[in-house]
């Protein structure tokens, strides 16, 4: 079993700045890869950002340029820099971790984009 948790989230003006983390726990050799997904109120799930245990990234259209996916091995945390944030960019952002078949989801953290 993995864990993951998410933290980080909150409120921030149009064009601002915020920092997600997700810190993985238990079971955590062998993760394939992981990753930001987001749900904005009353639409899909939907990727953010990945990036594989090789260290490649995956981002959504919406969002390259703005933000950027990393990861700090020592302290098993994936973080998620998010800059020049649009109102569009609310919703409530999961992290994800893939091993082998199974994929984990933390419980999410909100991030509202308003002035």
């Known amino acids: 079993q993995v864990q993951v948790e998410e933290s980080g989230g909150g409120l921030v003006q149009p064009g601002g700045s915020l920092r997600l983390s997700c810190a993985a726990s238990g079971r955590i050799v062998s993760i394939n890869a992981m990753g930001w997904y987001r749900q904005a109120p009353g639409k899909e799930r939907e990727l953010v950002a990945t990036?594989?245990?090789?260290?490649?990234?995956n981002y959504a259209d919406s969002v390259k340029g703005r933000f950027t996916i990393s990861v700090e091995n020592a302290k098993n945390t994936v973080y998620l820099q998010m800059n020049t944030l649009k109102p569009e960019d609310t919703a409530v952002y999961y992290c994800?971790?893939?091993?082998?078949?199974?994929?984990?989801w933390g419980q999410g953290t909100q991030v509202t984009v308003s002035s």
């Open positions: 994800n971790a893939v091993k082998g078949w199974y994929n984990y």
């Open positions: 990036i594989t245990s090789g260290g490649s990234t």
